[in-house]
T-cell receptor, first 114, second 115 residues
Framework: QKEVEQNSGPLSVPEGAIASLNCTYS??????FFWYRQYSGKSPELIMS????GDKEDGRFTAQLNKASQYVSLLIRDSQPSDSATYLC??????????????FGQGTILTVHP | EAGVAQSPRYKIIEKRQSVAFWCNPI?????LYWYQQILGQGPKLLIQ????????DSQLPKDRFSAERLKGVDSTLKIQPAKLEDSAVYLC?????????????FGPGTRLTVT
C-alpha cells in the first residue's frame, strides 16, 4: 500500500464545474496535510494547508480532512482553464526523526476545458 | 520576502560525471529539504537539515549523493558519479520550523538530464 495515494487521473472537467481531488494516507499519526499545485515545468506551489478535521475554505478552494477515515480532499469550485495543472497531496510526519518530512502522492492531472 | 533560490536551473551531463546543485532558503528558515522528482511522480525527500545538522537522510543514496549545509543557511547537493536514473528535477524547500507553521515552500528546481 502506498503511503499517500491520490485518485487516478487525468481528471477533466468543464469550465465552471466543481473539480474534486481525493487523497488517502496510511500513517495514522500524521497531523498536517497540504495541497500543492504544479504547472508543467514548474515547481510545486502551496495552495492549501489543513490541520484539523472538517472543512477549510480559501476562495474557490475547499480542503476537507477526515482523520478517522485517513482521507483528505480538495474541491475547486467554478473551475477555470488556469486551474489546469497537477495537484499533489502531501502528508507531514508528526514526529521522531522524520519530523516535518512531507510524503507526496503521485499527483492528479486536472484539465479544465472551456 | 524573497523565495527559495536554486541554481543552476538546468544541467545536462554524461553518466559517471559529477554535478552539484545549490540552494538558498527563505531568510530565517531553519529547516531545508532536498527532494527528487522523477517525471510523472510526486517529489521524494532525499535529505532534511535543521540548521546545519542532518535530521533525515534515510532515502539519500549515500554511495553517490552527498549534501551539506555548513553555515546553516545555503546548501549544496552533489551527485558523483551520476547514473541515467538520476535524471529528474531536484527541488529545494524550506520552512521556518517550530511554532505553528509547518508549511514548506519550494524553489524553482534544477532539471538534471543524464545522458
Amino acid at each position: 500500500q502506498k503511503e499517500v495515494e491520490q485518485n487516478s487521473g487525468p481528471l477533466s472537467v468543464p469550465e465552471g464545474a466543481i473539480a474534486s481531488l481525493n487523497c488517502t494516507y496510511s500513517d495514522r499519526v500524521s497531523q498536517s496535510f497540504f495541497w500543492y499545485r504544479q504547472y508543467s515545468g514548474k515547481s510545486p506551489e502551496l495552495i492549501m494547508s489543513i490541520y484539523s478535521n472538517g472543512d477549510k475554505e480559501d476562495g474557490r478552494f475547499t480542503a476537507q480532512l477526515n482523520k478517522a477515515s485517513q482521507y483528505v480532499s480538495l474541491l475547486i469550485r467554478d473551475s477555470q482553464p488556469s486551474d489546469s495543472a497537477t495537484y499533489l497531496c502531501a502528508v507531514q510526519s508528526a514526529g521522531g526523526t522524520s519530523y516535518g518530512k512531507l510524503t507526496f502522492g503521485q499527483g492528479t492531472i486536472l484539465t479544465v476545458h472551456p | 520576502e524573497a523565495g527559495v533560490a536554486q541554481s543552476p536551473r538546468y544541467k545536462i551531463i554524461e553518466k559517471r560525471q559529477s554535478v552539484a546543485f545549490w540552494c538558498n532558503p527563505i531568510s530565517g528558515h531553519a529547516t531545508l529539504y532536498w527532494y527528487q522528482q522523477i517525471l510523472g511522480q510526486g517529489p521524494k525527500l532525499l535529505i532534511q537539515f535543521q540548521n546545519n545538522g542532518v535530521v533525515d537522510d534515510s532515502q539519500l543514496p549515500k554511495d553517490r549523493f552527498s549534501a551539506e549545509r555548513l553555515k546553516g543557511v545555503d546548501s549544496t547537493l552533489k551527485i558523483q558519479p551520476a547514473k541515467l536514473e538520476d535524471s529528474a528535477v531536484y527541488l529545494c524547500a524550506s520552512n521556518r520550523a517550530g511554532g505553528s507553521s509547518y508549511e514548506q515552500y519550494f524553489g524553482p528546481g534544477t532539471r538534471l538530464t543524464v545522458t
